[in-house]
T-cell receptor
Framework: DAGVIQSPRHEVTEMGQEVTLRCKPI?????LFWYRQTMMRGLELLIY????????DSGMPEDRFSAKMPNASFSTLKIQPSEPRDSAVYFC?????????????FGPGTRLTVL | DQQVKQNSPSLSVQEGRISILNCDYT??????FLWYKKYPAEGPTFLIS?????DKNEDGRFTVFLNKSAKHLSLHIVPSQPGDSAVYFC?????????????FGDGTTLTVKP
C-alpha cells in the first residue's frame, strides 16, 4: 500500500497567488482529514470528509480556504488568495470507519511558504 | 479552549533511561487515546493507543498509562534510544464516534542523547 500521497511536497508562492494542495487517501478509507501545523498553533484540524462529504469545516481559518473531495481517491485544499501567515506544513490524513478504528494515517505533508 | 494539552514542549533524556511524556485532557467524552510520533519532514505515525476501559497498554518499549479520574495519560519509553528522538503527539477521540476524528495536543519534542 502506497500510503497517503500528497503533492506537492514543497510550495513557494507569492502573496496573492492561488495555491492548491492535493491528497490521495489510502484506498478503502472513507474519512479524510486536512491539518495545518505551525509552531504557534500546533496541529490544527481544518476540515474532514466522510464518504466524500464535508462533515466539519469549523477549523477552516477563513473564506480564503476551501476544500473539495470530488471522489474517494482525491481531495484538494485551495487557498485563494494566499497570505504570508498561511505559511505552514499542511497534512492530509485518512482513516477507516468502524468500531475501534481511531488511527489516522498521515501523508508526508506539503510545506507551504508564502512570500 | 484547548481540550488536549501537552504542557512540556520538550524533553531531553539520556540513552538507556526512561522517557515520560505527559498529556492532559479536559473533555470527559474522550474515550480513546492515541500517541503519534513525528520525525522531521514526515507525517505523524501511529505509535500506541489505549481505550478508556483500560489503564495500561504495553507494546515493547512503549507503555501508555491512563488515569481517567485525573484526565491524564502518559507515555513511557524504556529504555530510550537515540532513534526515539522525535515529536510526540497525544490525541483523543470522543465517545460514540466511528470516525478517526481526534483532537491533538501541541506535541512534545523528545531528544534522546547518546
Amino acid at each position: 500500500d502506497a500510503g497517503v500521497i500528497q503533492s506537492p511536497r514543497h510550495e513557494v508562492t507569492e502573496m496573492g497567488q492561488e495555491v492548491t494542495l492535493r491528497c490521495k487517501p489510502i484506498s478503502g478509507h472513507d474519512y479524510l482529514f486536512w491539518y495545518r501545523q505551525t509552531m504557534m498553533r500546533g496541529l490544527e484540524l481544518l476540515i474532514y470528509f466522510n464518504n466524500n462529504v464535508p462533515i466539519d469545516d469549523s477549523g477552516m481559518p477563513e473564506d480564503r480556504f476551501s476544500a473539495k473531495m470530488p471522489n474517494a481517491s482525491f481531495s484538494t485544499l485551495k487557498i485563494q488568495p494566499s497570505e504570508p501567515r498561511d505559511s505552514a506544513v499542511y497534512f492530509c490524513a485518512s482513516s477507516r470507519s468502524g468500531a475501534g478504528e481511531h488511527e489516522q494515517f498521515f501523508g508526508p505533508g506539503t510545506r507551504l511558504t508564502v512570500l | 479552549d484547548q481540550q488536549v494539552k501537552q504542557n512540556s514542549p520538550s524533553l531531553s533524556v539520556q540513552e538507556g533511561r526512561i522517557s515520560i511524556l505527559n498529556c492532559d485532557y479536559t473533555n470527559s467524552m474522550f474515550d480513546y487515546f492515541l500517541w503519534y510520533k513525528k520525525y522531521p519532514a514526515e507525517g505523524p505515525t501511529f505509535l500506541i493507543s489505549i481505550s478508556s476501559i483500560k489503564d495500561k497498554n504495553e507494546d515493547g518499549r512503549f507503555t501508555v498509562f491512563l488515569n481517567k479520574s485525573a484526565k491524564h495519560l502518559s507515555l513511557h519509553i524504556v529504555p530510550s534510544q537515540p532513534g526515539d528522538s522525535a515529536v510526540y503527539f497525544c490525541a483523543a477521540s470522543p465517545l460514540n464516534t466511528n470516525a478517526g476524528k481526534s483532537t491533538f495536543g501541541d506535541g512534545t519534542t523528545l531528544t534522546v542523547k547518546p
